[in-house]
């Protein structure tokens, strides 16, 4: 005889890569949800994008236009997730970076089931100072830079600890 609560152990159900499935894409919902949270207290999550450099000048359902920075160094970016295995944002204006300066945000599942956020940065200075944090982030500020990641993706997921992972 069928009992309501037998939904509740939906894993009688679903097939556990479709629970896998799922949660791979809740957890990708998650971060683009957190990568796209303009509001106050941004400079929690990214340690680069402080409080009061943070201007919204747009934000539709699948992009923005921003202005954030810190430290003296600030740039306007469009964000991009239209796609849901990525998010990119590009510099449109910047008083360091030029050129093709952005970040690109990819998501997937490794073969384990778990998932995968990786970040490719391309900074590419316009000016003395940009040419030099460039050439300093692109040797030894890996380092920072990965570690400003693996810290953003930990207080994204902090943030939201509620979402329950599967067994």
Known sequence: MFDVRDL??????IAPSAIRTFYTLAVILLVIAGLTDFGPGREKVFSNSAD????VHRVGPTDADVTEGSGGV???????????DRVVLTTTDSNTWGGNSGYVYTFGRS????????????R???TAKGRFLALVLGSVG???LKKSFVNSVRAIEANNSGAAHPS
């Open 142 to 144: 890996k380092g920072v």
């Open 8 to 13: 509740l152990q939906w894993e009688r159900f």
């Open 74 to 84: 600030w740039e306007r970016l469009r964000y991009d997730w239209s796609n849901r």
């Open 124 to 126: 590419q200075g316009k």
């Open 111 to 122: 073969p384990d089931g778990a998932t995968d956020v990786n970040v490719v940065i391309v």
């Open 52 to 55: 009061d450099y943070l201007k």
